[in-house]
Nanobody
C-alpha cells in the first residue's frame, strides 16, 4: 500500500514556472514507476509524464515535452514535476500515481495508487 500526497500547485502567470512534489509513504517507493496526470475542468484525465523505478527512463505527453521535467528522489520517497513556460491550457488538477508493474505506462488504468491532486491555474 502506498499513500501519495501532492503539493506545489497554485496560481501562476503564463510563462511562469511551478514545481510539483509528490511524497509517498512506505519503504518500497523505488519499486514503483511513477506518473503525473492532469484533469482540466470538463475534460478527461490525461497523461502528463512518467518515470521508471530507477529514474533512468522518462516519458512525456507531446503537449508538455520540452517544458516539463519529471524526476524522482528515491531516498526521499518523492517524485517531482518541474513545469516551465506554463500556458493557460496547462490549468488542471495534477495527480501523481504509482504503478506496481515493471513497465512504465501512459494509461491511467495501469496505475495502482493515486494522490488527491493539487490544483494548478495558469492565468493569461
Amino acid at each position: 500500500q502506498v499513500q501519495l500526497v501532492e503539493s506545489g500547485g497554485g496560481l501562476v502567470q503564463a510563462g511562469g514556472s511551478l514545481r510539483l512534489s509528490c511524497a509517498a509513504s512506505g519503504r518500497t517507493f523505488s519499486s514503483y514507476a511513477m506518473g503525473w496526470f492532469r484533469q482540466a475542468p470538463g475534460k478527461e484525465r490525461e497523461f502528463v509524464a512518467a518515470i521508471s523505478r530507477s529514474g533512468g527512463a522518462t516519458y512525456y505527453a507531446d503537449s508538455v515535452k520540452g517544458r516539463f521535467t519529471i524526476s524522482r528522489d528515491n531516498a526521499k520517497n518523492t517524485v517531482y514535476l518541474q513545469m516551465n513556460s506554463l500556458k493557460p491550457e496547462d490549468t488542471a488538477v495534477y495527480y501523481c500515481a504509482a504503478d506496481k508493474g515493471i513497465f512504465v505506462h501512459s494509461t491511467s488504468s495501469a496505475y495502482d495508487y493515486w494522490g488527491q491532486g493539487t490544483r494548478v491555474t495558469v492565468s493569461s
